[in-house]
């Protein structure tokens, strides 16, 4: 037998290229390759060392391999890694019941990913207006907002406002109607008798970190309660401090009919997620209706409950507050002086580059040549996302990074 022979260490260009032919191209990813992580920083295959200012879209709220959430993942690997939903497993009572305490809420749908969290709250909402509510069977209809990023699977883009993320992929899921964000006359016109649900995300990260006007979501809240249809928020970016609260809904005390959340969940670990209601709206599942191989699983249920405790602490919420001020301040001072506008909340922004400077793709690879990684969403807007655990120092050093490559 002839062994296959131990790869060669290659560096950063070669293992670019080397992707080209054997990796779909459905990303643009900036030209750095990361080979280690820790808290803020990562380090590419050469050794050079840059700030995390993208933290995974959020996936990594906590830092790089944050030691509780290692851990957690490490004991886990060691006793029991998955049963799949055929068995119980002495890790999920555990996570379900944290998450529901952490969220107010009743009731846990374990999944794995983002979009696969969103599907389910379809087809929970869909299930819940006809049984429950009394919708003609079929004719169910969720009320969706303009420039929504709820993720990439074929129902998803069927109600997404974004061209390139819909062009070539029809046909598409009818029962969806969209309506202008930040919009509750809009919203109000579109609800019917058949509405199931209006799915928001309570400040849209892809679009750019667009934060609706204060009392929206509280007239949001007011306007389905009035109607008899659900609120499902999709915090799976928004959620779990990254705004200075554990969700941006608690800056108006809302609470919604469903609540999706994941990325962070797991910790930057395992991919996690989970839909998280009422008793009155998850329990319309029954045995076969729904699930999925992994979701529940314990490595994730060990990982998700180690969130969990991390966010019971409030320490990474207040850091996101405190720091966020910093974020702020250091954004208004850019402003005028390349930077045309921003959006925060928390540590959390969307800052608008003058177009005259170049691209949002170009000023982060600008900024990646400083040891600064963040990503550009639309045009020239980029998007700030740290982790929670970025020290002031750290902050104001990307900042002075960002300053001197818009001036
Ligand atoms: C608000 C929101 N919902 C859903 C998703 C999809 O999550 P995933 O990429 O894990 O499927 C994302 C991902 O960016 C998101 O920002």
Same mark, same amino acid.
């Given at each position: ?89 002495? *890790?999920? !009572? ?22 696969? !969290? ?47 993320? /819909? ?9 969806? /109607? ?6 509750? !006359? ?38 389905? /309660? ?91 919420? *207040? ?89």
């Amino acid at each position: 037998m002839t062994l296959a022979p131990v790869q060669a260490a290659r560096s950063s260009a070669e293992l670019i290229s080397a992707e080209t032919p054997v990796l779909a191209h459905n990303y643009h990813p900036l030209p750095v390759v990361v080979a280690r992580a820790e808290g803020t920083w990562v380090e590419d295959v050469e050794g050079r060392r840059y700030l995390d200012l993208l933290a995974g879209y959020s996936a990594l709220n906590f830092g790089h391999r944050h030691p509780d959430l290692i851990d957690a993942a490490h004991r886990q690997l060691d006793q029991l890694t998955l049963t799949s939903r055929a068995f119980h497993n002495d *890790r999920l !009572a555990g996570f379900a019941e944290g998450l529901a305490r952490l969220t107010g809420l009743d009731m846990v749908l374990p999944m794995n990913t983002g979009a696969e !969290a969103v599907e389910s709250a379809v087809k929970v909402a869909r299930k819940w207006a006809y049984e429950v509510k009394g919708v003609p069977a079929d004719r169910a209809t969720i009320v969706v907002a303009d420039g929504n990023f709820h993720g990439r699977t074929t129902t998803i883009v069927s109600f997404s406002t974004d061209e390139s993320a /819909r062009a070539g992929f029809g046909p598409f899921t009818p029962g969806f /109607r969209v309506v202008p964000y930040n919009d509750l !006359a809009a919203l109000e016109a579109a609800i019917d008798e058949t509405t199931a649900a209006v799915l928001l995300e309570p400040i849209q990260g892809e679009a750019g970190v667009v934060i609706p006007d204060d009392g929206y979501l509280t007239g949001v809240r007011d306007l389905t /309660r009035r109607a008899g249809c659900l609120f499902i928020a999709d915090e799976i970016q928004s959620g779990l401090g990254r705004t200075g609260r554990t969700l941006a809904v608690d800056h108006e005390g809302v609470r919604p009919d469903m609540l999706l959340l994941g990325k962070a969940l797991g910790g930057g670990i395992v991919p996690v997620s989970a839909v998280v209601a009422g008793r009155d709206v998850l329990g319309v599942l029954r045995p076969g209706e729904h699930g999925s191989t992994f979701g529940g699983n314990p490595l994730s249920a060990a990982v998700g409950s180690a969130v969990v405790d991390l966010l019971a602490t409030g320490e990474f919420q *207040r850091r996101a507050t405190d720091l966020g001020e910093v974020l702020r301040s250091g954004l208004e001072a850019l402003t005028g002086k390349g930077v045309t506008g921003f959006r925060a909340r928390g540590l959390w922004a969307g800052v608008d580059i003058d177009p005259a400077l170049g691209t949002g793709r170009h000023v982060s690879e600008l900024l990646m040549a400083e040891g600064v990684l963040v990503k550009d969403t639309h045009g020239s807007t980029i998007r700030i996302a740290p982790p929670l655990t970025i020290t002031r120092e750290e902050l104001e050093s990307a900042l002075d990074a960002l300053g001197r490559v818009l001036g």
